[in-house]
């Protein structure tokens, strides 16, 4: 059973950054696909960005904006969200979610298209 534990939110002022933690134990993490949602008050959760096995991502480019850079570090088994520019709309719950190849895509809440899921970090932006 793999196990996420997220770290990292707080309060914050608009333009500021934060870096979001993610570590991941129960799997090779280096067979991990990762991927940060957030979930913003009275919404849904929606995936924000990706992060392959071997480093290739993807983003949400509607929500991200160039503002957000997803990263892995396979030697700490953990992923990470540096996100700059932060707007008050960027509150909100940010969760990391984890599958591999093969595993059955579960649902946590609204949070959908992964297998494993963290609890989440919380995000408040002040304007």
């Known amino acids: 059973e793999v196990q996420l534990v997220e770290s990292g939110g707080g309060s914050v002022s608009a333009g500021r950054s934060l870096r979001l933690s993610c570590t991941a134990s129960?799997?090779?993490?280096?067979?991990?696909?990762l991927a940060w949602y957030r979930q913003s008050p009275g919404s849904e959760c929606t995936d924000i960005a990706e992060?392959?096995?071997?480093?290739?991502?993807?983003y949400r480019t509607y929500v991200v904006q160039g503002r957000f850079t997803i990263s892995r570090d396979d030697s700490r088994s953990t992923v990470y969200l540096q996100m700059n520019d932060l707007r008050p709309e960027d509150s909100g719950i940010y969760r990391c979610?984890?599958?591999?190849?093969?595993?059955?895509?579960?649902?946590?809440?609204?949070?959908?298209?992964?297998?494993?899921w963290g609890k989440g970090t919380t995000v408040t932006i002040a304007s």
């Open positions: 992060i392959y096995t071997g480093g290739d991502t993807w």
């Open positions: 129960g799997y090779p993490f280096e067979k991990l696909r």
């Open positions: 979610g984890a599958d591999f190849f093969g595993s059955q895509l579960t649902t946590s809440g609204t949070c959908t298209g992964k297998t494993y």
